[in-house]
C-alpha cells in the first residue's frame, strides 16, 4: 500500500506577506469609512462636485445612526442647526453621577422619528457630502425637539434657529442642562488629541 507523500501544509492567505497587506489596506479603508460618516462636523460649503446629484427634499423611513444623523439608503442627513451629544460621550447630573447623554441623544432621535415619515429640507451639503437638513415628523421640527429636551445644543455657529430652545432647556435644567457637560463640539476636538 502507497501512501500519500508527506505535504506541507500551505499557510492562509491571510498569514502570507501578501495577504496581511490586502488586509491591512482593508482595515484602512473601513476605518476610513467609518471616520468619514460618524463624525458631526457640520461644516459647509458651497455646492460642490457631485452635490448637485443630492436631493432638495428627502422622505421616508430612515436608520438612526447617532443624536442629530439619518441615514435614508443612499443619503445621509445630518440635522442643520444643531449639535447632539456625541454617542460615547458622558454627562454629569446635578448629583455628581454620570449619564450616557450620547446614547440618550441617540434614543431620543429615534423615539421623535419612530416607524413615521421623515420629511428632510436639504439646507446645504457638509464637508463629508452629507446632506444638512431641517427635519420634520408630521408638523414637529426633529431638531427642535433634541434641543428642548437638553440632549443637543444650538450649533450657533452655523445656525441661530435653536437658540431660544436651547435657552428654554437650559431654564427647565431639562436633559444635560441639569448637570454639568463638554460641548459636543469640544469633545470631539478633544478626542481627536
Known amino acids: 500500500m502507497q501512501g500519500i507523500p508527506y505535504r506541507m501544509k500551505r499557510p492562509g492567505f491571510a498569514r502570507t506577506p501578501l495577504g496581511r497587506v490586502v488586509l491591512l489596506a482593508a482595515a484602512a479603508v473601513a476605518a476610513f469609512a467609518i471616520g468619514r460618516w460618524s463624525g458631526s462636523d457640520q461644516r459647509q ?12 427634499s428627502i422622505r421616508g423611513r430612515p436608520v438612526i445612526i447617532d443624536g442629530d444623523s ?5 443619503v445621509r442627513v445630518r440635522l442643520y442647526g444643531v449639535d447632539a451629544f456625541e454617542r ?17 441623544a ?14 428632510c429640507q436639504k439646507r446645504t451639503v457638509d464637508l463629508y457630502g ?22 443637543a445644543l444650538a450649533y450657533r455657529h452655523y445656525s441661530r434657529d435653536y437658540i431660544n430652545d436651547e435657552d428654554e432647556a437650559r431654564a427647565a435644567r431639562r436633559g444635560a442642562w441639569e448637570g454639568s457637560f463638554e460641548a459636543p463640539w469640544d469633545w470631539r476636538h478633544d478626542k481627536k488629541k
Open 45 to 56: 460649503f458651497p455646492a460642490t462636485a457631485g452635490s448637485s446629484d443630492l436631493p432638495d
Open 70 to 74: 439619518l441615514d435614508f439608503g443612499k
Open 88 to 104: 460615547d460621550q458622558l454627562c454629569k447630573r446635578a448629583d455628581g453621577t454620570h449619564f450616557p447623554c450620547g446614547q440618550d
Open 106 to 119: 441617540k434614543a431620543m432621535l429615534g423615539n421623535l422619528v419612530g416607524q413615521d415619515m421623515v420629511s
Open 130 to 151: 452629507r446632506v444638512v437638513a431641517v427635519c420634520r415628523v408630521a408638523d414637529f421640527d426633529v431638531g427642535a425637539e433634541l434641543v428642548k429636551a437638553g440632549l
